[in-house]
Every structure is written in structure tokens, then in C-alpha cells.
């Protein structure tokens, strides 16, 4: 489940470089700079969040014709299982 690792260590990557740039007060960055790479951000994780419900969930059945899914984790995750390096 390297993978599944691997896309939440993106998206903590986002949140990081979008909760910067909403910091940043720097007189050299102007308004329509920072909504571009804050939506450049956002873009990249919800491309891997689409990504992650395609490559990690199946259908299930509930009635006809339903198309229903759930996430498909054979494991449990714990915070120790991090190893964030930056």
C-alpha cells in the first residue's frame, strides 16, 4: 500500500505549499498570483484524490443498478506509519 502512502504525502505537500502561499505578505506577489497557484494546488489534489477513488474502491450492490462504492483498505492506518521526509 506503498501507493495509497504515497498520494497522502502529495496531498499534505498541497496543503503545505496552499497554507504558504495564503501566508505569504511579501509585497512582490500580487492577489491574482496566489489564486493561481492556490488553484493550481487544489487542482493536483483533487487529481489525486479522483485518482485514489479509481485506483481504491470497487462497486457494491445494493439494489438494481446501483453504483454505489466503498474504499478498499486491507489495512489500518496509524500516524506512526509516516515517514515524512522534506
Known amino acids: 500500500m506503498e501507493v495509497w502512502r504515497d498520494c497522502f504525502e502529495v496531498v499534505m505537500a498541497v496543503n503545505f505549499v496552499i497554507d504558504g502561499v495564503l501566508a505569504l505578505e511579501e509585497a ?30 470497487a462497486p457494491i450492490q445494493q439494489g438494481k443498478g446501483s453504483k454505489d462504492c466503498l474504499p478498499i483498505v486491507d489495512f489500518i ?10
Open 77 to 86: 492506518f496509524t500516524g506512526a506509519q509516516w515517514n515524512l521526509k522534506f
Open 28 to 57: 512582490g506577489f500580487e492577489d491574482a498570483e496566489k489564486n493561481s497557484l492556490i488553484a493550481e494546488a487544489r487542482f493536483m489534489r483533487a487529481l489525486i484524490y479522483f485518482n485514489m477513488d479509481d485506483w481504491f474502491s
